[in-house]
């Protein structure tokens, strides 16, 4: 039956209908990597390796981001200019509750990865278990640089001119947009809405950008 449905398919049927397969298993690979390759939120480095931009791949892989060279020179650059000024926010926690403490800053803020660093040993990678078996009493010093690689929403406004010969003459469409963020490498699913000024209609659809 599903063989007599498929020859009876068009072309173009069965074109959209392996473009559909296609979708699918590419889905499900994906939710399989990660089932089996969870992202990781926070990474630690040295101070030195979180001014260079391949400490900044090392963190952005680990949370399954991609980021464009010149994202990866520019986090690393203010990364460096960031080190010796006052921190926006100066958190006290107890060395047991450290991890737990920055990987819930990272989602409070928005940040799509971060990277720990001590400032007292810039040589050093930070080892967040060592802290953590440490006295209460100890006090810790951590620098926090929670990493922005795309705006959880974006907006769009398309205006498309008429025109009468090779000059145009008004606004023929306008089409407004707005989309979310669904993964960490830019992938954004939204809503798109328009009205076309010549066939005097409007219009509804979904939009994927990536």
């Known amino acids: 039956m599903l063989k ?10 069965k074109v959209i209908m392996s473009a559909c397969l296609i979708a699918i298993v590419g889905l499900v690979a994906y939710l399989l990597y990660g089932y089996f390759h969870p992202a990781q939120p926070v ?3 040295s101070q030195q390796q979180a001014e260079t931009p391949a400490g900044i791949k090392q963190a952005a892989d680990n ?3 991609t980021l464009l060279q010149d994202q990866l020179n520019q986090a690393s650059q ?7 000024q006052k921190p926006d926010t100066v958190i006290k926690v107890v060395p047991v509750e450290i991890e737990k403490v920055v990987t819930q800053y990272v989602k409070t803020s928005g940040a799509d990865f971060a990277i720990v660093t001590e400032p007292a040993n810039p040589t050093k990678q930070v080892n967040l278990k060592e802290v953590a078996v440490l006295p209460a009493t100890t006090d810790v010093t951590l620098n926090q640089y929670n990493v922005f690689a795309y705006k959880k929403i974006i907006r769009d406004v398309t205006v498309y001119p008429s025109f ?3 000059m145009p003459s008004g ?3 306008v089409d407004v947009g707005i989309s979310r963020k669904i993964t960490n490498n830019g ?6 809405a328009g009205y076309e000024f010549d066939d005097k209609k409007a219009k509804v659809g979904l939009r994927i950008t990536y």
């Open 4 to 13: 007599t449905f498929i020859n009876d398919l068009s072309t173009e049927g």
């Open 43 to 45: 990474t630690t480095l």
């Open 63 to 65: 949370a399954h981001v």
């Open 78 to 84: 203010q990364i460096a200019m960031l080190k010796n």
């Open 164 to 166: 009468t010969g090779i």
């Open 171 to 173: 606004i023929s469409e």
């Open 187 to 192: 992938v954004y699913v939204g809503v798109v």
